[in-house]
C-alpha cells in the first residue's frame, strides 16, 4: 500500500464526499491508485482523521505577521 492509497481511501469513505478526483497524469498513476477503492478501515479508525479535518483554521490574529521584516 502506497501513501496515495489511504488518501484516496479516506475520501471515498468519507460522509460528506460524493466522488474523488484523483487526477492520474499517466496509466501507470492510475493503475496504482485504483486499488485504493478497495481498501477498508477498521471501525474506529477514521473517526479521528475525521475530527481533525473538522476543526476550523487557525484565525488570522493568531498566525505569525509574515509581512514583518
Given at each position: 500500500?502506497?501513501?496515495?492509497?489511504?488518501?484516496i481511501?479516506?475520501?471515498?469513505?468519507h460522509?460528506?464526499?460524493?466522488s474523488?478526483?484523483?487526477?492520474?497524469?499517466?496509466?501507470?498513476?492510475?493503475?496504482t491508485?485504483?486499488?485504493?477503492?478497495?481498501?477498508?478501515?477498521?471501525?474506529g479508525v477514521?473517526?479521528?482523521?475525521?475530527?481533525?479535518t473538522?476543526r476550523?483554521?487557525?484565525?488570522?490574529?493568531?498566525?505569525?505577521d509574515?509581512?514583518?521584516?
Open positions: 500500500m502506497t501513501l496515495v492509497d489511504p488518501a481511501a479516506f475520501v471515498l469513505n460522509s460528506s464526499v460524493t474523488a478526483l484523483i487526477g492520474p497524469r499517466t496509466l501507470q498513476h492510475l493503475e491508485q485504483l486499488p485504493a477503492a478497495d481498501v477498508t478501515f477498521e471501525a477514521l473517526e479521528p482523521v475525521i475530527s481533525v473538522l476550523s483554521p487557525p484565525s488570522s490574529s493568531s498566525r505569525a509574515l509581512s514583518a521584516p
